[in-house]
Structure formats: C-alpha cells, structure tokens
C-alpha cells in the first residue's frame, strides 16, 4: 500500500471514529432529556401539564413559553425543546 493510499484509509478511519463517538455523546442528554419527561409524566398520557410541571422548578417558571400550541401541555417534543433552549426564550 503506498503511502498516499495509507494516509488516505488512516483519515477516513479517524473521521468515522469521531462521527461515532460525537454522535454517542449526543445520544445521552437526549436520553436523560426523555427519561426526566417520563419522570414528570405523573398519568403517564404522553404530556405533561402544569400541574406535573411544578415538580421541575425551571419547566413551572417556562410553562407558558414552552407550550407552543397554547394546548395546556407540552408534548415531548416542546419539553425537549424547552430544556434545549431551542424554540424557548429564557
């Protein structure tokens, strides 16, 4: 294998193997993010409302802003949103 061919393998490797890892990273706030939604999901409906919010200090204070729909509860996708800062002002 000539040199050239060997750096280029070498690279290709080294970028997979950071996709990977960085890819790994994310993968676990965004469980925690899900497992904490569970959590508060008192009547486990797939929502969460505000009175399931108060039991998270900073949800409660951002409840309104959270609930992009104005439906009374956020789904999980607001929620992450929410936490991420994402769709949310603070």
């Not at 040199?3 to 960085?22: D, P």
Request: glycine residues 6%; contains cysteine.
């Amino acid at each position: 294998m000539s040199i050239k061919k060997y750096l280029i393998v070498t690279a290709v490797f080294l970028i997979a193997g950071s996709g990977m890892a960085w890819s790994g990273a994310q993968k676990q706030p965004v469980d925690n993010l899900h497992k904490c939604f569970t959590m508060l999901d008192k009547d486990k409906n797939g929502f969460i409302n505000k009175e399931e919010a108060m039991h998270d200090k900073d949800l409660s204070r951002q409840f309104e802003k959270a609930d992009l729909n104005k439906d009374g509860k956020l789904s999980i996708d607001e929620f992450m949103a929410a936490k991420s800062g994402d769709r949310v002002a603070k």
